[in-house]
C-alpha cells in the first residue's frame, strides 16, 4: 500500500498552530492527510532546531509523499525538517516566509537596526509575545474578525533568547533533492520572493496580507495547490 501523501504544516515559533485552524479543512477536504504540530513546547529544548526537525518528521511517516509549508519565521527551519522527513517524494513550500540561513543565528540574518530592535526588546532573556511588537490595534486590519484574532494571538509563546541566538547548520541531501515553491502573500515578503526566485524556486504571488491562510483559507488552498501541480 502507497503511504498517504502528506501536508505538513509548520507554523511561525513566533505564532501557534491555531494560525492553521481555517486552513486545514480545506485541505483535507482536497484530499490530503494535514500534520500540524505545536511547536510552542520546544522552546525551552537545548537547540530548539534540533526539537523542531525531530517533532516535525516524527509527523509524517518514513516515505511518505510530504509537502512542507512553512510560514514566516518557520522558512528557515525548513530545510533541517527536509533533512528529518528524508527519504520519498518532497516539496517544500515556504508561504510568506524568510528564506533559509544556514550558518547564521535568526539575530545575526537581521539588518543590524533590526537587530537592536529586538535586544532592547528582550527582558531577563526572553522576548514578549509577537502581539506586543506593534501599537495597540494594529493588528486589528490584518485580523479583522474578533474571533479570529481571538484564536489566533491567543497562547502566543514568550521566546527565549537563546531560540534567537542558535545558529542554524547546513542542510544535506534531501533538502537540496526537493523542489522548493515561494508563494508571496503580502507586500513586505516582495523582496524576499525575488530573493528566492533568483536562487531557481517556483514563485507565486497573490496580492493579500501575511495571515491569508487566516483570512483567506479557500484561496491560499488554491494557490498551493496548484503550484503543486504546476
Given amino acids: 500500500m502507497l503511504a498517504e501523501p502528506t501536508i505538513l504544516l509548520v507554523h511561525s515559533p513566533l505564532l501557534t498552530s491555531a494560525t492553521w485552524d481555517a486552513l486545514r479543512p480545506y485541505l483535507e477536504a482536497a484530499g490530503w492527510r494535514v500534520a ?5 513546547p520546544l522552546v525551552e529544548a537545548p537547540s530548539f532546531h534540533a526539537a523542531v526537525c525531530a517533532a516535525t518528521a516524527a509527523s509524517v511517516a518514513p516515505g511518505t509523499p510530504t509537502v512542507i509549508v512553512g510560514h514566516s519565521r518557520a ?5 533541517g525538517i527536509a533533512d528529518a522527513v528524508g527519504s520519498g517524494r518532497l516539496d517544500v513550500v515556504f508561504l510568506d516566509a524568510r528564506l533559509p540561513h544556514p550558518g547564521t543565528s535568526w539575530i545575526g540574518s537581521l539588518p543590524p537596526e533590526r537587530a537592536s530592535w529586538l535586544r532592547e526588546m528582550a527582558v531577563s532573556g526572553r522576548l514578549p509575545t509577537w502581539d506586543t511588537w506593534f501599537p495597540a490595534g494594529s493588528l486589528d486590519d490584518v485580523l479583522p474578525d474578533p474571533d479570529q ?7 502566543l509563546p514568550e521566546l527565549s533568547w537563546k531560540v534567537f541566538s542558535e545558529v542554524l547548520p547546513t542542510p544535506g541531501g534531501a533538502w537540496d533533492s526537493a523542489r522548493h515553491i515561494y508563494l508571496q502573500l503580502s507586500a513586505a515578503y516582495r523582496p524576499t520572493a525575488g530573493q528566492a526566485e533568483q536562487c531557481g524556486y517556483r514563485v507565486r504571488r497573490v496580492r493579500s496580507d501575511h495571515l491569508a491562510m487566516v483570512t483567506q483559507p479557500a484561496m491560499v488552498t488554491d494557490l498551493l495547490l496548484s503550484a503543486l501541480r504546476a
Avoid at 500540524?36 to 510552542?40: A, C, G
Avoid at 484574532?149 to 497562547?155: A, I, S
Fill in 36 to 40: 500540524v504540530p505545536d511547536l510552542r
Fill in 75 to 79: 522558512g528557515a527551519y525548513l530545510p
Fill in 149 to 155: 484574532r481571538r484564536q489566533v494571538l491567543d497562547g
